[in-house]
């Protein structure tokens, strides 16, 4: 049986860390790069760095933080963000990310699933849906769309994503759980990995979200304390989560 995936997110904002509630109320909480070398260290495996308003303002992605980030870390990182081309899917593959990440741009052109895909393989492309009351919502979160998340991840699953990145907006950042539902529902709809996304507050969420899907993002819940990540991990294997050994995660 494959492990589940523990993974940290960097949401990004003029090349600092910031994170909020329901994607507002937005706050300082650090450098990328300390953040990323502090869980790299600390067992993650892998990274995920979003650029939160790139695809608000329609700009491309901080490709620098990007470099910065790929420089010091060892392990697999996605990037997101401002993708709208195959270009701009080149420009992060480029700079060090191992994988990219579209939202806003493919809801606008789905084709641009395809054709990031046929370039770099499905491997290297995560679809990030942002979902309240069972709709996909654009633009970090700001604009919604006549999708609904379970059609919307089934589309973009047959035309070449590799993966998804399912964060509910009403529970992000809240600590109370990640939206269960949903995260089944999409898990069940698609034959690629679904990340759950939004609403880590304990490590009992965590474990409850692997075991429904094959991933969980985190945030809220470390960036005030970074060295606690290792603990957490341990915590979450405790509860029966399925992450790699433990022997390979610094104590």
């Given at each position: 049986?494959?492990?589940?995936?523990l993974?940290?997110c960097?949401?990004v904002r003029?090349?600092?860390?910031?994170?909020?509630v329901?994607?507002?109320?937005l706050?300082?909480?650090?450098?990328p790069?300390?953040l990323?070398?502090?869980?790299s260290?600390?067992?993650?495996d892998?990274?995920?760095?979003?650029d939160?308003a790139?695809?608000?303002?329609?700009r491309?992605s901080?490709?620098?933080t990007?470099?910065?980030?790929?420089d010091?870390v060892?392990?697999?990182?996605?990037?997101g963000?401002?993708?709208?081309?195959?270009?701009d899917?080149?420009?992060?593959?480029?700079?060090g990310?191992?994988?990219?990440a579209?939202?806003?741009a493919?809801?606008?052109?789905p084709d641009?699933?395809?054709?990031?895909a046929?370039?770099f393989?499905?491997?290297?492309?995560?679809?990030?849906?942002?979902?309240?009351?069972?709709r996909?919502?654009?633009?970090?979160g700001?604009?919604?769309?006549?999708?609904g998340v379970v059609?919307?991840?089934t589309?973009?699953a047959?035309r070449?994503?590799?993966?998804?990145?399912?964060?509910s907006i009403?529970?992000?950042?809240?600590?109370a759980g990640?939206?269960l539902?949903?995260?089944?529902a999409?898990?069940m709809?698609?034959e690629?990995?679904?990340i759950?996304?939004?609403?880590?507050?304990?490590?009992r969420?965590?474990a409850?979200?692997l075991?429904?899907t094959?991933?969980?993002l985190?945030?809220s819940?470390?960036?005030?304390?970074?060295?606690?990540?290792?603990?957490l991990?341990r915590a979450?294997?405790?509860?029966?989560?399925n992450?790699?050994?433990?022997?390979?995660?610094?104590?």
């Open positions: 049986m494959a492990y589940g995936r993974i940290p960097l949401d003029d090349g600092r860390v910031v994170k909020g329901g994607f507002r109320e706050r300082d909480v650090g450098d790069v300390e990323a070398v502090a869980y260290e600390g067992g993650a892998e990274l995920v760095l979003l939160i790139a695809s608000v303002h329609d491309a901080a490709v620098a990007i470099e910065r980030v790929a010091a060892t392990i697999p990182f996605t990037a963000g401002g993708v709208r081309s195959r270009d899917a080149a420009r992060l593959i480029d700079a990310a191992d994988r990219v579209v939202n806003s493919a809801l606008a052109r641009l699933i395809g054709e990031i046929s370039l393989g499905s491997q290297a492309l995560v679809v990030s849906i942002d979902c309240a009351d069972g996909v919502f654009s633009h970090g700001t604009r919604t769309t006549a999708r059609e919307w991840a589309s973009a047959e070449g994503a590799g993966e998804m990145l399912l964060t009403t529970h992000d950042g809240g600590r990640y939206d539902d949903v995260t089944v999409v898990r709809a698609v690629i990995p679904v759950a996304s939004g609403g880590a507050g304990t490590a969420h965590v409850d979200a075991a429904v094959d991933a969980a985190v945030a819940i470390l960036h005030e304390d970074p060295a606690e990540f290792s603990a991990r979450i294997v405790d509860l029966g989560a992450l790699r050994p433990l022997e390979a995660v610094p104590a």
